[in-house]
């Protein structure tokens, strides 16, 4: 058994391991230093808590035996999933954390002593206030991630559910949770604290459904913050400064990546929270939709073009992922740069269904990551490419986000597509995307359409080049 | 007057934060998808909570009310631990540089 401060000591430096494991990010090469980082802090603050209780008793044995359970679970998901369901695995995994800090909330609420937050029934207001937000955070964290997980997995329609009086029921059920909360504090009733629990495991459900499908990067990131709060107030109950700081330091990691997610939508935090975007009056767009001109072409037409051009640009999205074309891509681009021609790739920052999915599908498909560029670095090279290749995106190519102040995403950054010499658009129709609104881009003079399904139209075209 | 405890923690709250901000805002946005999955590893360190908790019963009844909820939460954040790390770690190993061999 060794003593508490000494413990709080080493709870410190797991904590410092943690901000290192974050700080390896900034670089692709520094990354992979940086995640040993955070399992070294890991293994610390798992042995110095054995160590501070010192009971090896058989209570210790069954500790050990969930974690196997638990950790060989863990390591069979994270060597089987597939990167294209990356955002499931998160939305899964924040929910996980949240449903351990409602149990943990609950068991210190059962047996106070044990922690020594005082007796059952008479546990110390400043602990019991922690508990309880601890607890209510970590429901919201755990209904809201279900709810996001089915969506991105395609259990639940990823279109947004909404219903009339829904927010100001949304209003009254936070208000009610600050109102139980206070009434916890100054009862102790255990009856209240289930209610407490209940009705925010209601909440998170409730704030997810009305959000679509294409604003889950946002939700994940929300709930990514989410998570590091209820962490953090389980911490502070526990006095433990390791679960304090990495707590503090999700929480805003999470925050960080939403504000970041939101600016490259142009929207609010609470116009995205609030909901309901995309379902709004698909029939008017789709009116004129016929009578526009657009040129279509095949795989050779598309070769031809990539064949005589001496630079092209490569403009990923989520269609990308669900064709799972990107290993295809790779071996089209590296049939073009066997021929001289220079190839880049622009990610835009809400490409995909969370931050930095593009990225990493790509990375799997070996693209080296430094051909890889984002949107304020490469948006100025559209003009001197002559063919951009845009392969399951739409929104985030649209020109009238720049012309037509109506347009609901009017004022979104959009990579300048249209200012290459010709565009060649994947797409499997000319179905409006998710924002519901037409992309003039399909109807432009230069630009060519390929209907068909990502992946099929990439091997065609290395085919005929 | 003596200063509550609680201010301290306050303080290490409040200082990671910032710290948390800044070292957030360097991450290059091509590893977002690593930074979601290694700050879900990270977050799991709650299981210091679970183990305290799951340790709390008596040797004769290791499984009481309370400790269960423990245990089920050492398990979840066992998940969560393992799959975090070892998932950032398969997708990290993936972003290369380019060969110089052109």
Redesign the interface.
Known sequence: MISANLSAIF?LV??VL??L???G????ET??Q??LF??L??II??TV??LS?G?F????I??LI??????????F???K?P?TA?PE??AG??S??G???V??A???F??P???NLGTSGNIKL?SLIEMSIGAAVGAITFSGSVIAFLKLQGIMSGSPITFKGQHPLNAIILISIVVLIYLLCSTQSSNLFWILIAVSFLIGFLLIIPIGGADMPVV??ML?SY??WA??G?????????????????????A??SY?MCKGMNRSFFNVILGGFGATDQTSSSKNKDQRPVKSGNADDAAFLMKNASSVIIVPGYGMAVAQAQHALREMVDTLKKNGIKVSYA?H?VAGR????M??LL??A?V?????F?LEEINNDFANADVAFVIGANDVTNPVAKTDPQSPIYGMPVLDVEKCKSVLFVKRSLSPGYAGIDNDLFYKENTLMLFADAKKMTEDITKNL | MEID??IF?LS???L??F???Y???????????????????????????????????N?EN?F????I???????????????????????????????KDK
């Open positions: 709870y797991s904590g943690f901000i494991a974050l700080r990010l900034s670089s692709p990354s992979r940086g995640n955070g399992i802090g890991m603050a798992i808590t054995f209780i009971n008793s058989t209570g210790f069954y500790v969930f974690i196997l359970i638990g950790g060989s679970i863990g390591a998901i994270a060597y999933i990167m990356m695995l998160v995994f924040h996980l954390v449903l351990a800090a149990f943990v609950i068991s210190a059962l047996n002593e044990a922690f400043g994940i990131s990514n998570s590091g962490a953090a389980i911490g502070f109950t526990l006095e433990n400064t390791a679960l304090i700081i990495t707590g503090a330091l999700v929480g805003s990691s999470g960080i990546l970041i990610i920052p969370m931050p930095g999915h990225n990493v990375a799997e070996n080296p990551y430094d051909e890889v984002e | 405890p609680l923690r290490i709250f409040i990671s934060i710290v948390g901000y070292v957030v805002w360097s991450v290059t946005p091509s590893l977002h998808t690593p930074l979601m999955s290694v700050t879900n590893a990270i977050s799991s360190v709650i299981i210091v909570g679970a183990i305290i908790a799951g340790l709390s019963g040797s290791i009481n009310d309370s400790s909820f423990g245990f089920l939460a050492i398990a979840l954040a066992a998940i969560n631990i393992f799959g975090g790390f070892l998932v950032t770690q398969r997708m990290l190993a993936m972003y290369k540089k380019k060969k």
